[in-house]
């Protein structure tokens, strides 16, 4: 009788992705109010947002008492150039989990191009998570420019010495799985091979995207592969998702079966729907909208990403779109739904807007002269501060002129930066960065 192949061990405080059907990662549409989301109707894992190793280094990790959130946010440059702006104000929230509501369900996706970085990174937040997922996929410009996403497919070293020093310095220590997610290669030969170096990194968990790079959603999803796949993650003992055309869980459960892969990812499905992860088949729009308002007043949500998230959910033609994306605050959402009458709903919205200082608790927009006025003002600051400690030459007070383009973007205020999602990902990618 074969014996059969020994498994990686899964670590004390990690999860199995062993006949779980998972929430995939996507920019915009995997924030907080979605995973949790995705958990109540059924999801068994939630994979967070990509976040860039670096936007993570040098946060401070706290609990929000209003939302009982674990947020991990940094005071921006802006923030510390401009003193008369209270602490709200000049952080900027980087990501944010709830460790009651999501618990050890919730993997961090990294995106990285460094070992050490990652490593950085990881440790701020592995002990908030049940694993840690490198992004080895993502074909958008914003993150293969830096040699992260899909860019470390052609560096299949550098892919394998990041994997190996999380093992190493994050999972081993904290007790959790590493995992990565990557896409297919130009042909079978060279997609095995890359998964079977993968495989020997020490990861407890595989995602394969069944497109190759150039792919984008709208083309089918290339399956042929997947069997093999599956095949070299179980002679190593390294569990095996597939994402990509995944519609419910039990479509999700069923392809895993055909094709023998351990289980399986859903993202634009749940994007529309999120309960597409339930047994019983999917809820109506209007059920599903109107939990995910009321999650997002839980958590804080900001109101852009909201906004975002209900445009795909809510349909076109149906007439409370059109209201909806007229609103501009909270407060007129929960108007523009009728929403009124819900338990809770009004006092709520008017809360979150005055905390996120939206509608009637905005603050006076400042003009582009007003704005470039008080950046000239800061930067003569710096420059006078810089000159009167004599601690930094020409090429420093140049520097306090231009910052570089990595700085500038992790330094955005903290309504545009929380508007582009987490770390320095663009916030127009959505599914497009898995």
């Known amino acids: 009788m074969a014996s059969l192949p020994t ?17 995939a990662p996507m920019v915009r549409s995997g924030e907080l109010p979605s995973r949790l989301l995705a958990l109540k109707y059924g999801a068994d894992l939630v994979w967070g947002p990509e976040t860039i190793d670096k936007a993570l280094i040098g946060t401070t990790r706290s609990i929000n008492p209003r939302t009982q959130t674990v947020d991990f946010t940094r005071v921006s440059s802006n923030g510390l150039k401009n003193p008369a702006l209270s602490l709200d104000q000049r952080e900027s929230l980087i ?22 970085t990652a490593v950085a990174a990881a440790k701020l937040i592995a002990g908030d998570v049940a694993g840690i ?50 896409r297919l290669l130009e042909t079978p030969e ?37 069997r093999m796949i599956g095949d070299v993650c179980k002679e190593n003992g390294v569990a095996s998702l597939m994402n990509g055309d995944v519609t419910s869980r039990s479509d999700g459960l069923a392809s895993a079966k055909e094709y023998g892969i351990d289980g399986a990812m859903i993202a634009t499905a749940a ?67 009728a929403y009124e009458t819900e338990k809770g709903f009004v006092d709520m919205a008017k809360g979150v807007d005055e905390v996120l200082e939206l509608g009637s608790f905005a603050k006076p927009v400042l003009s582009k002269a007003e704005k470039k006025r008080l950046n000239k003002a800061a930067a003569v600051l710096d420059v006078e501060n810089a000159r009167t400690n004599e601690s930094v030459d020409k090429s420093d007070v140049s520097n306090v002129r231009k910052r570089t383009a990595e700085v500038a973007e992790l330094d955005l205020p903290h309504d545009a930066l929380r508007e582009m999602g987490p770390g320095s990902v663009n916030g127009q990618a959505s599914v497009l960065a898995v």
């Open 271 to 337: 994007e529309t729907n999120p309960s597409c992860f339930r047994e019983e088949g999917v809820l109506p729009w209007q059920e599903v909208v109107k939990e995910y308002v009321r999650t997002s007043l839980e958590v804080e949500n900001r109101f852009g990403n909201t906004k975002y998230l209900l445009g795909q959910m809510v349909p076109g033609k149906a007439p409370e779109y059109k209201r909806m994306m007229a609103a501009k605050s909270f407060t007129e959402l929960v108007h523009a739904l």
């Open 7 to 23: 498994r990686v061990p899964i670590p004390a405080s990690g999860v199995d992705y062993r006949n779980k059907i998972v929430l």
């Open 133 to 182: 997922d490198v992004n080895a996929g993502c074909p958008k410009p914003f993150s293969t420019s830096g040699g992260m996403g899909a860019a470390l497919l052609k560096t299949p070293e550098t892919l394998c010495s990041i994997l190996r020093a999380l093992v190493a310095e994050v999972g081993e220590p904290f007790k959790i799985g590493i995992s990565v997610k990557i």
């Open 95 to 116: 990501y944010r989990l709830h460790p009651a509501r999501e618990g050890k369900n919730l993997i961090y996706q990294i995106g990285t191009s460094n070992p050490v």
């Open 190 to 226: 060279e997609t095995e091979a890359l998964v079977r170096s993968l495989c020997a990194t020490g990861i407890t968990g595989l995602t394969i995207h069944c497109r190759t790079t150039p792919m984008r959603p709208r083309q089918r999803a290339i399956r042929e592969q997947l």
